[in-house]
């Protein structure tokens, strides 16, 4: 039976997945999407093709350290292979398999994710080989979990997430964890109204000098457990927006960032916060730190927080001006 034929005895548009799945997916497709009288046969619009099959596209460059053995380039969730599909070094032949050999002699690779690929969750955890990853399309609006997402790529130098659609996910935990030749992140395009949970966010981010996330809704998150811990390079960071009235964990939050001159969290608000231990271990550069609306009455974990800070940091709480050395800061709540 030609294609055409079957597609007139059609009368459904749900079942345009079944068909997709046991025929030629990419052609079925685009005879849909350009014949309007299987449109009108099949009773679809093209909002229904997009609502079922709009795609991802991702364009990844390996960084040139020579393939001397298998290394994987992508994560797909087991049993969606299918979804996945790959091209090489501009070619239009779709790419087999989803690793690297030593003969693959491959300069960039392009990655097209159906609609049937919903999270994100480790999709790129320890590709520690790849140099640059750009989103180049991006209008699906069903992603909701980025957790670990980039996890571990520790040769990644430029990633452009200028398309990103953010608005419903929901976990974005160690989404930049361990990004360790990372030099600028900006994220003033992501919607982060719905994320609850950014432990580990950009930890371990060691060479970190720019970071934009000035444009981030934390009205929802939880959790910002070790969120900076570890970006050593950071000098300065914008976060004066942060809503944090629901946060409970902030341990770890900024230890580590060693460089940072001056933080300002006047507008932090800590009712619920349970966890502070650690949170500005070791932040040596310090020089002046606002927390003059913190609240620590509910807190249970609050050991070591200043511990490696210089004894002349300023620190300004409850309309006071207090150095380190002074007295126990826990006096003044």
């Known amino acids: 039976m030609d294609s055409n034929h079957f597609l007139k005895n059609i009368k459904s548009k749900y ?13 079925l497709l685009k005879l849909i999407k350009k014949n309007k009288s299987f449109q009108n046969q099949l009773d ?11 795609e991802i596209e991702i364009e990844i460059i390996p960084a ?77 609006k069903d992603i909701n979990n980025m957790s670990y997402m980039f996890y571990c790529c520790n040769d ?20 930049f964890r361990n990004c360790s030749s990372l030099k600028e ?30 444009s981030f809704n934390t009205l929802k998150v939880t959790n910002m457990k070790n969120m900076f811990f570890g970006c050593k390079s950071l000098k300065e960071l914008n ?11 902030m341990m770890n939050m900024f230890s580590g960032c060693s460089s940072l001159k001056e933080l300002n969290l006047e507008n932090f608000k800590t009712n619920n916060l349970k966890y502070m231990s650690c949170m500005f271990l070791g932040c040596k550069s310090l020089k002046e730190l606002n927390i003059n609306n913190f ?18 940091m300023k620190i300004k709480i409850f309309n006071k001006i207090k150095t380190k050395k002074d007295q126990t800061l826990w006096d003044y709540y």
């Open 185 to 214: 992140l900006n994220l003033k395009n992501f919607n982060t109204k719905n994320v609850t949970n950014m432990e580990q966010m950009f930890e371990d981010c060691s060479s970190l000098i720019e970071l934009n996330i000035s």
């Open 44 to 54: 679809i619009t093209i909002n229904d093709y997009k609502k079922y099959y709009e």
């Open 15 to 27: 079942i345009l997945k079944i068909i997709s799945d046991n025929l030629n997916q990419k052609l």
């Open 156 to 175: 990644l130098k430029e990633i452009n997430l200028n398309n990103f659609y953010t608005n419903n996910v929901t976990k974005m935990d160690g989404m």
């Open 295 to 312: 609240r620590t009455r509910g807190v249970t974990h609050r050991y070591n927080v200043f511990e490696g800070c210089s004894t002349k």
């Open 64 to 140: 040139n350290d020579g393939y001397n053995y298998r290394k994987y380039f992508i994560n797909i969730p087991e049993g969606y292979e299918s979804y996945c599909h790959i091209y090489i070094n501009d070619e239009k032949k779709e790419f087999e398999k989803d690793y690297f050999e030593l003969n693959d002699n491959v300069q960039k690779v392009k990655i097209v994710l159906d609609k049937e690929i919903k999270s994100f969750e480790k999709l790129f955890d320890n590709k520690d080989y790849l140099e640059k990853i750009k989103f180049n399309k991006f209008n699906r």
């Open 239 to 249: 976060i004066i927006n942060f809503n944090t009235k629901n946060v409970v964990d």
